[in-house]
């Protein structure tokens, strides 16, 4: 996601480290987890990532929850485990845990098409219109590619959102493929809540933070910010960490995809409850026979041999079976581990769009299943040092320029995807100003310009000299969209 430049104010990268005494727990560390803070202070030093939150249970007894580092490069203040982290992905986990409940209910079912639910749902191909199921959806097989410039370009309620799917062609077969995408899980979870009479975010909340004593989770940007414990999101610029603006998943319509916001010690209450079978507090929240679904794997997703099941990857690691689901939105990325035969799960937090909360999983697993001859860290910097060099650019044509005057390509192209886009000529320069920022435009060749984040845009000219439409490359999956001008 494209933010604005800002002031920022940088601590030196040992200050950031020797506030890890400061909020760790006291309990004497288990066996297999002695010497993980030295590897987490390095793994964060390499990646340059400012805090980071860890929980580990095992067998019901939490092992690890712990800060490392500082909410943010401004503050300076210490992570703690109950600092609010942004989880990305890993809400998937969430949304489908809490269908699960309206399944128990028989208020939903996994495989009844979701025309049944929502009579006026369509999609670009009217075949899966007609079949496709929440497990569909929940499995990333619809045929969708990811449309995620939906969710960072415009801006729609969450219900127009859903019925401008319909003008996103397919880029695959429905059920043939494997293809992330999150629409499919905001379009799960807005049905969600229509069959509980809720919005999502108070599905979340009733089904799953409430029971599960999640007092510190939120599902929105504004409520994470009335808290007195968060993380600031950031982004590296020239090796540096710098803050950055929240993504606000509610005001682009998402949510289910992505809005929950957690703590280690609430997201090992959350943990419990999958490796306890749906049982909280002597409660069953989730049916076991759900919870199963939930875990069950469902179709390949195209990397060796992990397959995706209910908002979670399965595969097998060490001779284990494993559980899990990464996320990342801007500032931050999470990853959420089980161990189910262990009796175990991993969360790492941090407020990064680094690597490190997979890298940090990874380790954890390697400690408490024995595994001994992985050393991740070495591995990391030699994948920081050997970094490939990106393929250069095509190359213009040179000595060419567009047909018209630039105040020409001026007006507003429209899709019924993406509704009304100006084009602006402001100072000498064009804009496609869509409603999250504007993309400035600078020439390429002929009609042809380039658009920082989105890539080539082409202009087409008709007969009578004038700028018709324009050509966006809204997903790379398929071919650019046309926008057609509606006005001058």
């Not at 269908?99 to 670009?124: I, N, Q």
């Not at 199921?133 to 729609?156: E, Q």
Request: charged share 20%; with cysteine.
């Amino acid at each position: 996601m494209i933010s604005s430049p800002r002031k920022t104010y940088r601590l030196p990268l040992l200050a950031l480290f020797l506030v890890f005494a400061l909020c760790g727990q006291s309990a004497e560390l288990a066996p297999a987890l002695q010497g993980f803070d030295r590897f987490m202070g390095a793994a964060m030093q390499e990646l340059h990532v400012p805090g980071a939150a860890v929980g580990v249970i095992q067998n019901g007894k939490v092992l690890l929850a712990k800060g490392y580092g500082v909410r943010g490069i401004r503050s300076g203040q210490p992570v703690t485990p109950d600092t609010i982290f942004a989880t990305g992905s890993v809400t998937k986990s969430f949304t489908s845990s809490a269908l699960a409940t309206l399944v128990d209910e028989g208020k939903l079912d996994w495989d009844t098409p979701v025309s049944e639910y929502l009579p006026w749902f369509r999609l670009y191909d009217p075949h899966a219109s007609q079949l496709i199921t929440l497990r569909d959806m929940l499995t990333h097989r619809s045929g969708l590619p990811r449309y995620d410039s939906l969710r960072f370009l415009v801006k729609f309620p969450r219900e127009e959102l859903v019925r401008r799917l319909r003008y996103l062609p397919p880029s695959r077969s429905f059920r043939e493929a494997y293809q992330y995408n999150n629409l499919m899980y905001v379009t799960a979870g807005f049905i969600g809540g229509q069959a509980a009479g809720l919005s999502w975010e108070d599905l979340i909340r009733t089904r799953i933070f409430s029971p599960l004593g999640m007092t510190s989770s939120t599902v929105a940007v504004k409520d994470t910010q009335k808290a007195s414990d968060y993380a600031m999101p950031h982004e590296l610029t020239n090796g540096k960490p710098e803050e950055v603006a929240f993504y606000d998943y509610q005001e682009f319509g998402v949510g289910p995809n992505g809005a929950v916001n957690s703590t280690a010690n609430d997201m090992l209450r959350y943990v419990q409850l999958h490796l306890d079978g749906g049982l909280a507090g002597g409660r069953q929240l989730v049916s076991a026979k759900q919870m199963k679904q939930l875990h069950q794997p469902v179709l390949s997703s195209g990397s060796g041999t992990s397959a995706y099941a209910l908002g979670w990857q399965v595969d097998h690691f060490a001779g284990k079976l494993i559980v899990q689901h990464g996320g990342a939105i801007t500032g931050f990325t999470a990853h959420l581990t089980l161990l189910p035969e262990e009796k175990t799960g991993i969360v790492v937090l941090n407020n990064l769009g680094s690597a490190l909360p997979g890298i940090a999983a990874e380790e954890l697993a390697n400690r408490l299943l024995g595994v001994k001859d992985k050393d991740l860290l070495a591995n990391l910097r030699r994948r920081n040092q050997s970094r490939p060099a990106p393929p250069p650019s095509p190359k213009p044509v040179p000595g060419t320029k567009p047909s018209l005057a630039l105040n020409a390509y001026a007006g507003v192209y429209a899709h019924p995807a993406y509704g009304s886009i100006p084009v602006q000529w402001n100072s000498g320069d064009l804009e496609i100003v869509f409603p999250a920022f504007p993309i400035r435009l600078q020439h390429y060749h002929y009609d042809t310009f380039s658009a920082r984040g989105l890539g080539l845009v082409r202009f087409v000219v008709d007969e009578k000299g004038k700028a018709s439409s324009v050509l966006l490359p809204v997903e790379q999956a398929v071919l650019p969209f046309v926008f057609e001008r509606v006005t001058q």
